[in-house]
């Protein structure tokens, strides 16, 4: 059975750090793409972070770059969202996606709260 585990979300005053980490089980991880979403009250859905794993491409919002880095590590089957000098906005539940290629399939971990506040 597929399932992916967020953590690593927390409280932190703004220009603080926080890694986000989502475990995947149950899937070929190489097969997928992995990004990060946010979802801050009363918004939609964002898409945050991108990483391919066929070439390690990487992209970004505009709102996070520079600040945020996605990454993996193929033998921990798991994917980071590294997040430093954040802000009140960047306040949200953060989620990982993680979509095979050509398939159209995707799965979702459960989110993750992240909370920046002074």
């Known amino acids: 059975q597929i399932h992916l585990e967020e953590s690593g979300g927390g409280w932190v005053q703004p220009g603080g750090s926080l890694r986000l980490s989502c475990v995947a089980s149950?899937?070929?991880?190489?097969?997928?793409?992995m990004r990060w979403y946010r979802q801050a009250p009363g918004k939609e859905r964002e898409k945050v972070a991108t990483?391919?794993?066929?070439?390690?491409?990487?992209s970004y919002a505009d709102s996070v770059k520079g600040r945020f880095t996605i990454s993996t590590d193929y033998a921990k089957t798991t994917v980071y969202l590294q997040m430093n000098n954040l802000q009140p906005l960047d306040t949200a539940v953060y989620y990982c996606n993680f979509a095979r290629r050509f398939s159209g399939i995707e799965y979702w971990g459960q989110g993750t709260q992240v909370t920046v506040s002074s």
């Open positions: 149950g899937l070929s991880f190489s097969d997928y793409d």
């Open positions: 990483i391919l794993t066929t070439n390690g491409y990487t």
